[in-house]
């Protein structure tokens, strides 16, 4: 089993409308939790941090629940400029003091007129 | 700073040839990684290190890959000999400390033939 799983889509959804992606983890040990943009032919950046609370970044919301092991990530009012992939990041730090980054595959959104 | 730097950003190279791909992580960064990204596999981490320390090499597909951080400014991921297979985009990132964000290079497009 992956560590990090993701649906890999694509979702096509109309310009305005609302889209969510979830993302299930596996190891509990895991820490720390984030969501990354990728776009065609370029490098990954980080779009959200994910913290337990739930967190709210203008059209963007990103959740944690911990008991589930599951991350999501809501998109509301979608833009054209929104269609790419979406990667879902999990961190832990098995060796004490270094970060390991594990990526899902992505989830890839393409947002039309 | 112009952030992580890779090179060379496209390499093609025959079956059997050793390749060297190279990053210079952000300075001040205390942990790097390495990727590889297919469409088949999604971004799979390779190895990454911390203070220049080899931490988990365990993503590493055989032993035709290897990789060294011989300073805080560089590492190398080398191929040796390279085959089809090996095809993918990779990618360098780096870290400054836990929970904070990874930043990626450019990456390289590397083609076997």
């Known amino acids: 089993r992956k560590e990090v799983e993701q649906d890999p889509g694509p979702f096509n959804v109309p310009e305005g409308a609302t889209v969510a992606f979830n993302c299930t983890y596996s190891n509990s040990a895991s820490q720390s939790f984030f969501w990354y943009r990728q776009d065609c032919r370029k490098e990954p950046k980080l779009l959200m941090s994910v913290y337990s609370s739930g967190n709210e970044d203008g059209r963007f919301t990103a959740q944690l629940n911990r008991a589930s092991q599951y991350i999501s990530l809501l998109i509301r009012d979608s833009k054209l400029s929104d269609s790419a992939t979406y990667l879902c990041?999990?961190?832990?730090?098995?060796?004490?003091?270094?970060?390991?980054?594990?990526f899902g595959t992505g989830t890839r959104l393409q947002v039309t007129l | 700073d112009a952030g992580v730097i890779q090179s060379p950003r496209h390499e093609v190279t025959e079956m059997g040839q050793e390749v060297t791909l190279r990053c210079k992580p952000i300075s001040g960064h205390n942990s790097l990684f390495w990727y590889r990204q297919t469409m088949m596999r999604g971004l799979e981490l390779l190895i990454y290190f911390n203070n220049n320390v080899p931490i988990d090499d365990s993503g590493m597909p055989e032993d035709r890959f290897s990789a060294k951080m011989p300073n805080a400014s560089f590492s190398t991921l080398k191929i040796q000999p390279s085959e089809p297979r090996d095809s993918a985009v990779y990618f360098c990132a780096s870290i400054y400390y836990l929970n904070t964000e990874a930043f990626f290079g450019q990456g390289t497009r590397l083609t076997v033939v």
């Open positions: 990041v999990v961190n832990r730090y098995p060796a004490g003091t270094a970060s390991k980054l594990t």
